[in-house]
């Protein structure tokens, strides 16, 4: 069975500081993991995935994440808060092996952005 | 279509009542999911489909709960007999299950149900 832990249902930050979410997840086959944004009121947006290879991946609106798998962990950052990065923030891990690819979702956490 | 679509977006119902929510997955997509989002609960998966069928309906909370799908398009969850604990976003998602897709999953906007 897969799980997936996210450290704080929320974070503030001020305008400018580093976003640091925590994700750490169990597995029993290798991971493909998720982070999503949810906006108010609107449905989950992919921020970005790793599935194999390059363990430090990218994706949008400068948003980064490192796979550690000595750490089971896949933390999200970003250098530069800026106010319109305030949503909630969901790790999630799938069992590709399964021949499809439920996800399992942490329970989230809200980024609050001050000015 | 351009994305996933769910309606309706808000529904208030009265206990005992039956409902119906829908969704439109994207074009071409042959995986269909339902997860509930509920405070305290996280996101929670509910019930998956490959084209018609429903492989996995291991997350449904109750046999009040079914889904069906048709046309490899459409799918509609259906609660019978509404309970003040159902109330919740109920999230759709779709997917692509070609070899070696990695299997991102889209979601919809959501439907906001409430149980008077």
Redesign the interface.
């Given at each position: 069975a897969q799980s997936v832990t996210q450290l704080g249902s929320h974070v503030s930050v001020s305008e400018g500081a580093l976003v640091l979410l925590r994700c750490n997840y169990s597995s029993s086959v290798p991971p493909?993991l998720?982070w999503?944004v949810q906006y108010p009121?609107?449905?989950?947006?992919?921020l970005l995935?790793y599935?194999t290879g390059a363990t430090l991946v990218k994706g949008i609106n400068g948003f980064e994440a490192e796979f550690k798998k000595s750490e089971t962990s896949f933390h999200l950052t970003k250098p530069s808060a800026h106010m319109s990065d305030a949503a909630e923030y969901?790790c999630a891990v799938?069992d590709?092996n399964s021949g499809?690819?439920?996800?399992?979702?942490?329970?989230?956490t809200m980024l609050l952005v001050s000015p | 279509g351009a994305g996933?679509s769910q309606s309706p977006s808000n529904k208030v119902t009265e206990k005992g009542k039956d409902v119906e929510l829908r969704c439109d997955p994207i074009s071409g997509h042959t995986?269909l999911?339902w997860?509930r989002q509920s405070l305290g609960?996280?996101?929670e998966?509910l019930i998956?489909f490959?084209g018609n069928s429903a492989?996995?309906k291991s997350g449904l909370p109750s046999d009040r709960f079914s889904a069906e799908r048709t046309g490899g398009s459409v799918s509609t969850l259906t609660i019978q007999r509404t309970q003040q604990e159902d109330s919740a976003v109920y999230?759709c998602?779709s997917?692509l299950?070609l070899p070696g897709a990695?299997?991102?999953?889209?979601?919809?906007?959501?439907t906001r149900l409430s149980v008077l």
């Open positions: 493909y998720f999503y009121n609107q449905g989950l947006q992919l995935k599935t969901f799938s590709h499809y690819s439920t996800l399992t979702f942490g329970k989230g | 996933v995986a999911y997860y609960q996280g996101l998966f998956y490959q492989p996995d999230l998602a997917s299950t990695t299997g991102i999953q889209y979601f919809g906007a959501g």
